[in-house]
């Protein structure tokens, strides 16, 4: 079993950065690759951006390449997503998710969740 526990999210005005983390607990965090995803209300929850478990590779939606950046420090088991350029669009429930061997963009392969940061982003 993996926990994931995700921080950082909040209220800021378009324009504005906030950092997600969010924090793995339970097996080695470095056998993981990890995803971002969102969910608006009354929408599917949506690929955001993926790092590989060596964190040599990344992978990002069209609508957040350039304006987001996601990393990872394996030593503190923890994945990070960097938002910056804020949208009222980009405004959701962000979570974060683990897959044992890659990364993918759909949120059916991945193993673990977190529960979830609000991100609200006004105009």
């Known amino acids: 079993q993996v926990q994931l526990v995700e921080s950082g999210g909040g209220l800021v005005q378009a324009g504005a950065s906030l950092r997600l983390s969010c924090a793995a607990s339970?097996?080695?965090?470095?056998?993981?690759?990890m995803g971002w995803f969102r969910q608006a209300p009354g929408k599917d929850r949506e690929f955001v951006a993926a790092?590989?478990?060596?964190?040599?590779?990344?992978d990002y939606a069209d609508s957040v390449k350039g304006r987001f950046t996601i990393s990872r420090d394996n030593a503190k088991n923890t994945v990070y997503l960097q938002m910056n350029s804020l949208k009222p669009e980009d405004t959701a429930v962000y979570y974060c998710?683990?897959?044992?061997?890659?990364?993918?963009?759909?949120?059916?392969?991945?193993?673990?969740w977190g529960q979830g940061t609000q991100v609200t982003v006004s105009s």
């Open positions: 998710a683990a897959n044992r061997y890659t990364y993918f963009k759909s949120p059916q392969a991945y193993d673990y």
């Open positions: 339970g097996r080695t965090f470095s056998n993981y690759a």
């Open positions: 790092i590989s478990r060596t964190g040599g590779s990344t």
